[in-house]
């Protein structure tokens, strides 16, 4: 088993210095080893050769969606040939889902977005609440999307990924059915609040976070060959009726690189405010990307701000950009903060999430920690903690004892 998480997590528990201070001592280390904590092997990899894997994924993406006719029959059979799939997938008949969701009623609507719309459903012969998100065929993705997100969904399995429950490709008919999530999205508990209702408790908040990052580092770690998600946003990240997050949408996610390739060139896509910067200007993709958008989520997470917000004043409408000076001066990280907790967050915890999301928001993507090392760190922000040691942890004593660690360095074992 791979031994890959550097001490980050030893780093976030201890140090309590300004973003400046420590940022330059992240941008040193990859892969500590020998002081590193041993990767839980939370769950298997797809297995086999991941060269050989990437070319028969992407050629069969490529053919698939180069057949705008392409029937059910000739996804499901294409999509059978490929290494260890999900054979549990429905294949759904157009007219099943129109009794499932009473013709699409706009009653039993529960989102929107580039694919189309999203059902509340019951499917009675499986005895199951559904959502059945149905193609735009008029919308911005299309029949491309549809067979990437079949593909990938076919391929993984991880708790913090939406379970696809089946598919209809009937005549030109583009349907995806997924497990119902009862509490929608993180956009709608975050950053969509009604008022009057109750914000997320900050412990919630961390749930979420590594919860996602779990999810991406499936994703990158364990998925054979690795998968850039390329759209991580608060409204694909769903949560259950306890809470538990799951990432959704895989229309836009991509094949990571192969054969000794460090980046995936393809045109620019995904959601302004959350793309990195490289990847937007070179098109150049790397899982390095997943990870600048994992820290603008984080940071949603901390401040209860959008990542871009034109109602508020030009100089707050970028929440990076808005963020950035404040993660420089230690008096002003409370400045940060969602003003809706009210105070109710253990302050050393904000200190070390912000000190999360500056490492993952570096302008330079190989500064960026990989996010085996963010799921590390914010496992610990996670972890339930007794009263005593959050009041402990909120007491806003200006005097900290900063723990110098040795820096040391290995080589990064990618033989996961």
């Not at 088993?1 to 201890?14: A, D, E, P, V, Y």
């Not at 808005?322 to 903060?337: C, G, V």
Request: aromatic share 8%.
């Amino acid at each position: 088993m791979n031994k890959r998480r550097s001490f980050l997590f030893l780093f976030l528990i201890f140090q309590n210095t300004p973003m400046v201070s420590f940022l330059p001592i992240f941008q040193k280390m990859s892969c500590f080893s020998c002081c590193g904590v041993e990767v839980q092997h939370r769950t298997g990899g797809l297995g086999g050769n991941s060269n050989n894997n990437g070319k028969s994924l992407r050629s069969l993406v490529n053919n698939l969606s180069s057949k705008a006719g392409a029937n059910k029959q000739k996804i499901a059979e294409e999509i059978q040939k490929v290494g260890k799939v999900k054979v549990s997938a429905h294949i759904f008949t157009f007219r099943e889902l129109v009794v499932a969701t009473d013709n699409f009623n706009p009653d039993c609507l529960i989102g929107e977005g580039g694919f189309g719309r999203v059902y509340k459903g019951y499917i009675e012969n499986l005895d199951q609440i559904v959502a059945v998100k149905r193609l735009d065929q008029n919308g911005t993705q299309g029949s491309r999307e549809f067979f990437s997100e079949v593909l990938m969904l076919s391929l993984v399995n991880h708790q913090n990924l939406v379970n696809l429950i089946g598919y209809c490709a009937d005549g030109d008919q583009r349907i995806l059915v997924y497990e119902y999530m009862a509490n929608g999205s993180l956009e709608h508990h975050l950053l969509d609040l009604p008022p009057g209702k109750e914000p997320l408790d900050w412990n919630t908040r961390m749930k979420v976070a590594e919860g996602a990052a779990k999810g991406l580092e499936y994703l990158h770690d364990f998925a054979d060959p690795p998968i850039i998600y390329r759209d991580f946003k608060a409204s694909n990240i769903l949560l259950d009726e306890n809470f538990n997050p799951k990432l959704s949408d895989f229309g836009l996610a991509k094949l990571g690189p192969t054969e000794g390739k460090d980046h995936v060139s393809t045109r620019v896509m995904g959601t302004y405010g959350y793309c990195a910067p490289e990847y937007a200007m070179t098109g150049q993709l790397t899982t390095k990307s997943d990870v600048y958008s994992f820290g603008v989520v984080f940071l949603e997470l901390i401040s209860g701000r959008r990542a871009i917000d034109l109602e508020r004043p030009a100089e707050e409408q970028n929440l990076v950009l808005w963020a950035e000076p404040l993660l420089k001066d230690r008096q002003k990280f409370t400045k940060i903060i969602d003003p809706l907790l009210e105070e109710n967050y253990p302050v050393k915890g904000l200190y070390q999430a912000l000190a999360i999301a500056a490492m993952c928001l570096q302008e330079d993507a190989n500064s960026r920690p990989l996010i085996g090392d963010v799921v590390t760190a914010v496992e610990f922000l996670a972890r339930p903690k007794v009263d005593g040691q959050v009041t402990a942890e909120s007491q806003r004593d200006s005097s900290f004892h900063v723990k110098s660690v040795k820096e040391r360095s290995s080589k990064r074992d990618r033989d996961l």
